[in-house]
């Protein structure tokens, strides 16, 4: 039975643990520097047992789950005490700064950057859930560093997950996510607030969110100590993103303004492409 | 039996046809100025039947389901031929334009303002759907000047429908629509223009787009013909809920670009007051 580690037990390594205690031959260990969510991880069935970071050197598989701008030093912390047989892999929303950060560790070799491209709005053990990787994309950066036997025994663990595998270099992939997702995030957050600034009326919201909004804030629920250290991971490729969204939005308030129904009926029906697009998903 | 006829057999007036078919006594009939969606409706069992607008004189009820720009107009057309006892409703999602319109129709007492608050992003008379008002609100505007017979009549139909009934002036409802519902549209509309002119890379999208861009960008899909029309006709409280988003945008970009940890924290910890509010809804 094979031990696996899993540092951060939030929503995203909380459901790795989860899903591995069930779907394979594992004992899942966690860490967490939040003593409650250990506690909590264990009752809840998320973990088998609190492992100290000592042991490190026993494990398996570690599996890092925690905020990005913990992840560079944390990874290079652990690759310091795994074994040579040790994959170690991590579960960042940006990859370029810990792909720098191990490029010339004696253990490069044991790692895999990855990044699992799942989740919800919520955070904590309390958010781990069953299933919540199946038919999901897996990025997976840089793997040519990756001796092969650790990288087969990383794609084992991502078959046994249901996920497709991705092969992308991290500076594309931190350019294409700042676009696709953490832009999102911040649409998402900065309605939530317009709205809760000028709308006063709770019940008003309440009662009105079943026309677009609950759907199109449901991002704005997340947490802040997820997403603050991912904005300022990736900050350019945000930024950039930003400064085209703002752009975007100030000509089509133009539009509205001068009352150009063409103009506005030709950006919408373009726009109505991203359908095909997103076709098969829901 | 009772004879319904709607107006504009597209999403909100084909699933309203559907639904009433369903669950009362009553013979619907349909007219649109698109032949295909008349047919379509037909085949579909969306609508019992075609009828023209003169034998509108014969109907119970009449409900308006056509674009905002063209209620105003096509509602003082229908109070024109309806019998003094016939209900007729309208659903537009903008509503200070058509109370005025009819505010001294000698019929205005037969006219409830009406916006059941339910919808999806498809269109047309294939995207009619069962249930789609179920414990949603109908916001009813001016509900004074509408005879007290007739709008028990609008209120036994909402009920038999299961929504939730609200008062509203139609200025205040104009003004809070804009910012919970129609400055959704434009962020998700603006998000996918965002992301299909940087992202050239289809697959990348198709792949990502479950990091929360599909259900962010899932109003992007809406019908430019429904939303134009609504933009131009909510355009001063569109434009306000614009300067304040893209105000915003633009804060939480400094504050990014000034590694500003605690500010970011700040803004999306406050933010996160929304789930309060819309706990109990999906």
Chains 1, 2 share one sequence.
Not at 129 to 149: P, Q
Not at 169 to 181: G, K, L, Q, T
Not at 204 to 213: K, N, W
Not at 226 to 239: Q, R
Request: net charge negative; charged share 25%.
């Amino acid at each position: 039975m094979e031990k696996i580690v899993v540092v951060g037990l939030g929503l995203i390594g909380g459901s790795l643990a989860l899903d591995l205690k069930k779907r394979g031959d594992f004992k899942v260990y966690g860490i967490d520097q939040n003593p409650t969510h250990v506690k909590k991880a264990i009752e809840l069935g998320v973990i088998d047992a609190e492992i100290s970071f000592s042991e490190l050197s026993e494990a398996d598989i570690v599996i890092i789950a925690v905020p990005v701008n913990i992840i560079p030093k944390l990874t290079q912390k652990v690759l310091d005490v795994v074994s040579n047989e040790t994959l170690v892999f991590d579960v960042g929303s940006v990859k370029n700064e810990i792909c720098k950060a191990v490029e010339n560790h004696s253990k490069r070799k044991n790692f895999v950057a990855a990044h699992p491209l799942a989740g919800t709005e919520f955070s904590g053990p309390e958010a781990a859930i069953l299933n919540l990787f199946d038919d999901k994309v897996n990025i997976i950066c840089e793997a040519d560093k990756t001796d092969w036997r650790i990288l087969d025994k990383a794609i084992s663990i991502f078959k046994k997950l249901n996920m497709r595998i991705k092969m992308m270099n991290p500076i594309e992939h931190d350019r294409h996510i700042a676009y696709v997702s953490h832009l999102s995030h911040v649409s998402s957050f900065m309605l939530g607030k317009t709205v809760l600034e000028i709308e006063k009326n709770e019940e008003a919201i309440f009662d009105m969110a079943s026309t677009g909004f609950a759907s199109t804030v449901r991002l704005a629920k997340s947490s802040a100590n997820t997403w603050t250290p991912i904005f300022l991971e990736n900050k350019d490729n945000i930024i950039n993103s930003l400064n085209e969204y703002i752009k975007n939005l100030k000509e089509f308030k133009d539009l509205i303004e001068n009352n150009n129904e063409e103009g506005l009926k030709e950006s919408m029906n373009n726009t109505n492409y991203i359908k095909s697009i997103l076709n098969g998903l829901k």
